[in-house]
């Protein structure tokens, strides 16, 4: 009996060492999940919410996730450390739940990615005949315009459809230096030509979101099949945890 605990005495201390480690690993995913939420909702924001057709919620889902895996990452850390076997099946599954949210998500994102062209061209085309220059859809196609330089959907005669140009022409956000436009060149087509971006918005905004939605789907597999190591780690130790105090009775 003794000499079988000597025997799992290196085995146990071999897991804690090894699940210790994925734990911090873990704990830097969360702060990582954490990062790409704050920078979702401050960089991707604007475009989000033209190319949802309803408000969305996806950063911060990605900022209450990464708090929640850098909360548990370091239970992680203390059950390791406590060799607590309940402890360590708790930490095991709630593994098995971000493992299986995360899957969804990275397929949601993959899935998503391929639909956004559809989705973008419906509502741009409506955020455009609802543009009056001070909602906050009307800011986000002007934030758009004016960071992309581009001009409408496919280019800057797509404006000629919405109420907004017949009153006040094109938005001053398609300019090229918005200090050499004036309202009359804005209203003639002809001479907006020479004044305003030529670039539609819809291949670049698409292409924007598409590279950014594949690298979030990617960071979202890669993270979620990681924590198969981790849960395989939590029940392994406590399964020798448990057999070790139980051949000391």
Known sequence: MASRRMETKPVITCLKTLLIIY??????TGVILLAVGVWGKLTLGTYISLIAENSTNAPYVLIGTGTTIVVFGLFGCFATCRGSPWMLKLYAMFLSLVFLAELVAGISGFVFRHEIKDTFLRTYTDAMQNYNGNDERSHAVDHVQRSLSCCGVQNYTNWSTSPYFLEHGIPPSCCMNETDCNPQDLHNLTVAATKVNQKGCYDLVTSFMETNM???????????FSQLIGMLLACCLSRFITANQYEMV
């Open 23 to 28: 734990s911090f690993v873990f704990w830097i």
């Open 214 to 224: 594949g690298i979030i789907a990617g960071v979202a597999f890669g993270i979620a």
